[in-house]
Structures are given as structure tokens and as C-alpha cells.
């Protein structure tokens, strides 16, 4: 396969010398979506040594997924964990997901469940582990399949009111998001909007939907 060699330019080397990690990671991220992946990976790599979480997390994913690289498990794992120490809510989230699926072969509910509260705390800081409230804190909207996958989680392993509760919120989150994601044309959250849709008409739900639908009246 032919590949194009990576020549910096000045802005490059300027950026290097100064430690302008945005700068390379965004370079890499317009290359990518213009679907030059492999010089894309070589600018990811530039910004990683500059310490950058959000370039470190998208090579996780290539190395995942093998995107124009040699897909390697390991270091997909050790590049979003290093992000996910810095606090990267991309790479937490995605480290869930990865613990959640037995298509890996590592499989393990309580580390997913770890990594995905800590994608959610990388959002909302630490204030909300004061009060089971999820309602209020309206940057989840922003995470809708970060909210579905921990709401799911919590139906799942659920033992208590507290579970329950966090977990009607966060698809209540879920539906907002992707409702706007929607309404903003990007129809390939239809699917997920309609099993959260699903999932909030569960019966388990209806103690407490009173209590927390009014949370969320304005939000629609």
C-alpha cells in the first residue's frame, strides 16, 4: 500500500519547539477526517509527547481498531489509560465500553462500571457524589451514550432505590441529548434514542418518575 511520507512544515516545527500540543492535535484530527489516517497517527504521536490527554485517547482508538496502524490491545489500553489519569472523559468513557464487552476477551463489570462514574465525575468534579440529584447537571446532556451505558449498568447491577433513581436520571440526560442530536440531523442516534425511549417506560420506574420528571420539564 502507498503511503505518503510526513513532511513538517515550519508551522510544524514551530509548534513542536513551543509545545503547541492543540495545534498538532488538531492537525491530526482535520487529517483524519480528510482520511489521511496514517499522517493523522504521526501528528497524534507528536502532540502525546507533548503531553496532550485528547491526542493520547485517539490513539487508543486507532490502536484499537487498528485504523491504519497495527491494532494492538495492549497499548490501546495503556494510551487510554494514561489519558483517563488526565482526566480525558473520551478515554474513561471508552475504557467502560471496553470492560463492558466480552468482544475483547478482558471482560469485567466492576472496571467497567469504574471507568464509566469516572468519565461521569470527569464532568460534573466531585460535587455530585454529595446528593443522589443527577437532574440539575445538565452538561450530561452533552454524553447521551455515556449516560445510556451507565444508566444500563445501573438497571443492571442495581440493588437499591439510590441505582434505581440514578439511573432514571441519567436516561432522562440520555433522551435530552439525543433529542438535540436529532433535531440537529444526525439521525444515526435514532436507534439509541429509541431504547432509551424503551427503557424509561420500564415499570420499574414508576415510583419515582414524579419526583424526578420535574427536574427536566424545561429541558425539552
Not at 90 to 96: R, S
Not at 115 to 121: D, E, P
Not at 142 to 155: F, V
Not at 177 to 182: A, I, M, S
Amino acid at each position: 500500500m502507498a503511503t505518503d511520507k510526513l513532511r513538517l512544515t515550519a508551522t510544524d516545527l514551530t509548534a513542536l519547539t513551543t509545545c503547541d500540543d492543540e495545534y498538532l492535535l488538531d492537525k491530526g484530527a482535520n487529517l483524519y477526517t480528510l482520511g489521511k489516517y496514517e499522517q493523522a497517527v504521526e501528528y497524534y504521536h507528536l502532540a502525546t509527547i507533548l503531553g496532550n490527554a485528547q491526542a493520547m485517547a485517539n490513539l487508543g482508538y486507532c490502536y484499537l481498531y487498528g485504523r491504519h496502524i497495527k491494532q494492538n490491545l495492549d497499548l490501546a489500553l495503556a494510551y487510554f489509560k494514561v489519558a483517563a489519569l488526565k482526566e480525558n472523559i473520551d478515554a474513561a468513557y471508552k475504557l467502560g465500553d471496553i470492560y463492558e464487552s466480552d468482544k475483547w476477551g478482558i471482560q469485567d463489570d466492576e472496571l467497567s462500571e469504574y471507568y464509566y462514574h469516572q468519565a461521569v465525575s470527569f464532568i460534573l468534579g466531585t460535587e455530585h457524589e454529595k446528593s443522589e440529584l443527577l437532574g440539575c447537571y445538565h452538561k450530561l446532556q452533552q454524553y447521551p451514550s455515556l449516560c445510556l451505558a451507565l444508566a444500563r449498568k445501573k438497571i443492571k447491577n442495581g440493588i437499591s432505590l439510590t441505582d434505581f433513581s440514578e439511573a432514571y436520571q441519567l436516561l432522562k440526560h440520555a433522551e435530552i441529548g439525543y433529542l438535540h442530536e436529532l433535531n440537529s440531523g444526525h439521525d444515526m442516534y435514532l436507534k439509541s434514542y429509541e431504547r432509551v425511549k424503551h427503557l424509561l417506560a420500564d415499570q420499574k420506574f414508576d415510583l419515582i418518575r414524579g419526583k424526578y420528571d420535574k427536574l427536566f420539564i424545561d429541558e425539552y
